[in-house]
């Protein structure tokens, strides 16, 4: 596959040069907005048009679910990046219907970390449905998010927090929180 990629990218590369497409653009969000979802295979080439978002619009972030585990800070900790060192003034957590982290139980979970020569020990000594962050509902998942970001000290309080879902086929949004 790496082979696959390098040779598109040549091609890839020359033909944004011969269209003048290869001019440096600012890396700071044009639209001073942060997305954080889901990593979702479906949400590429989905998300940012069914927002109105182009390159260079956003900073956009995500994980499998768009999950803020607890006692875990690292989205907390790029969210805070982008707002109180990058001076992004909103940020939306966008959930999708039918998501691959609702689908998962604990014990095929730890059937496949097995299967995968997981070492027993490592597998006991973690909660399976926290540290993967099983979801029971995607709605109630995006709400926990954007909760979590409002209470958070690190999110300076004029940022403005959205928690919306969108479908990942039809791309139609709802607002949630
Ligand atoms: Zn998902």
């Given at each position: 596959?790496?082979?696959?990629?390098?040779?598109?990218?040549?091609?890839?590369?020359?033909?944004?040069?011969?269209?003048?497409?290869?001019?440096?653009?600012?890396?700071?969000?044009?639209?001073?907005?942060?997305?954080?979802?889901?990593?979702d295979?479906r949400l590429?080439?989905?998300?940012?048009?069914?927002?109105?978002?182009?390159?260079?619009?956003?900073?956009?972030?995500?994980?499998?679910?768009?999950?803020?585990?607890?006692?875990?800070?690292?989205?907390?900790?790029?969210?805070?990046?982008?707002?109180?060192?990058?001076?992004?003034?909103?940020?939306?957590?966008?959930?999708h219907?039918d998501?691959?982290?609702?689908?998962?139980?604990?014990?095929?979970?730890?059937?496949?970390?097995?299967?995968?020569?997981?070492?027993?020990?490592?597998?006991?000594?973690?909660?399976?449905?926290?540290?993967?962050?099983?979801?029971?509902?995607?709605?109630?998942?995006?709400?926990?998010?954007?909760?979590?970001?409002?209470?958070?000290?690190?999110?300076?309080?004029?940022?403005?927090?959205?928690?919306?879902?969108i479908d990942p086929n039809?791309?139609?949004?709802?607002?949630?929180?």
């Amino acid at each position: 596959m790496l082979e696959r990629i390098l040779e598109h990218n040549r091609k890839f590369v020359q033909e944004r040069k011969n269209a003048g497409k290869d001019k440096p653009i600012s890396g700071h969000a044009h639209k001073d907005i942060m997305v954080f979802t889901c990593m979702d295979t479906r949400l590429i080439e989905l998300l940012e048009p069914a927002m109105g978002f182009g390159r260079g619009d956003i900073k956009i972030l995500k994980n499998a679910g768009n999950i803020i585990r607890n006692n875990c800070s690292d989205v907390i900790r790029s969210v805070a990046v982008g707002t109180v060192l990058m001076g992004l003034k909103e940020v939306y957590v966008v959930g999708h219907s039918d998501c691959g982290m609702r689908k998962q139980n604990v014990e095929d979970i730890k059937a496949k970390m097995a299967e995968r020569g997981i070492p027993a020990d490592a597998i006991e000594a973690i909660d399976i449905k926290e540290w993967f962050g099983l979801l029971q509902d995607e709605t109630e998942n995006v709400k926990d998010a954007v909760l979590k970001l409002k209470n958070s000290p690190y999110i300076p309080k004029d940022v403005k927090i959205h928690g919306l879902l969108i479908d990942p086929n039809s791309g139609e949004i709802s607002v949630i929180a």
